[in-house]
């Protein structure tokens, strides 16, 4: 079967550096996705992966092992408004969205 | 309108009862999306329309009804609605196809008694 797998939730201080790990298991694949989701809201885009390495956007870096079926997220310098579910999605052999549960991220100052 | 935006923002409903929830893009997008998001689960695809005039099966597409008359508009039916069927219901697009970005609307929150 199909599977994405993270942690259910993290807690981290504001102003450091949290790493967010995703592992993978799909019928081929074809990119892998992370979305930052607040609470009672609709989930946004933050990133795309399709080849191997570190991708930086500005405080978020995302990477992606192909090998290795994994991807993390970096959130550094980490904000108040960084509180929220972050969901990594890997794009299946039929591109289909394969949905982790989310992990929540909870920042405490 | 800017984005995407779906209707009702919240209802509850009688078991039984038909339901229509609509969606509405003008992004011009060719793509767009029903998922649903219960609490502990992952998003699960619906149904799916990768351009006007065409629809297809998602993962939990049984009890639900989708069809794409035009670019826009993607609603969603309920024929006869059962309590598991409570969720919170997100549609979404993407310009061409599922490599693209997803843009997801607000959502519509659904009870069925």
């Known amino acids: 079967g199909q599977n994405i797998d993270q942690p259910t939730e993290m807690t981290a201080t504001e102003g450091a550096i949290v790493q967010i790990n995703c592992t993978y298991q799909t019928s081929g694949f074809n990119g892998l996705f992370w979305y930052q989701q607040h609470a009672g809201e609709a989930p946004t885009f933050l990133s795309y992966n399709v080849l191997d390495g570190l991708e930086e956007k500005g405080r978020f870096s995302s990477f992606l092992s192909r090998s290795k079926g994994y991807s993390y997220l970096l959130l550094k310098e980490l904000q108040m408004k960084d509180s929220a579910s972050y969901l990594c999605a890997a794009l299946d052999s039929n591109y289909q969205l394969i949905w982790g549960a989310g992990t929540k991220l909870i920042i405490k100052p | 309108i800017a984005g995407i935006t779906q209707a009702p923002t919240s209802q509850i409903l009688a078991a039984g009862r038909r339901m229509t929830l609509r969606c509405t893009q003008d992004?011009?997008?060719?793509?767009m999306y029903w998922y649903r998001q219960d609490l502990g689960l992952g998003l699960r695809l619906i149904h799916y329309s990768n351009t006007a005039g065409t629809t297809g099966k998602g993962e939990v597409p049984d009890g639900y009804s989708v069809s794409r008359a035009n670019t826009d508009d993607f609603p969603l039916t309920l024929a006869s609605a059962v309590p598991s069927q409570t969720s919170v219901y997100f549609c979404?697009?993407?310009?061409?196809?599922?490599?693209?970005?997803?843009?997801f609307g607000p959502g519509t929150r659904l009870t069925v008694l």
């Open positions: 979404a697009s993407s310009a061409e196809s599922s490599t693209d970005t997803q843009y």
């Open positions: 992004m011009r997008h060719n793509a």
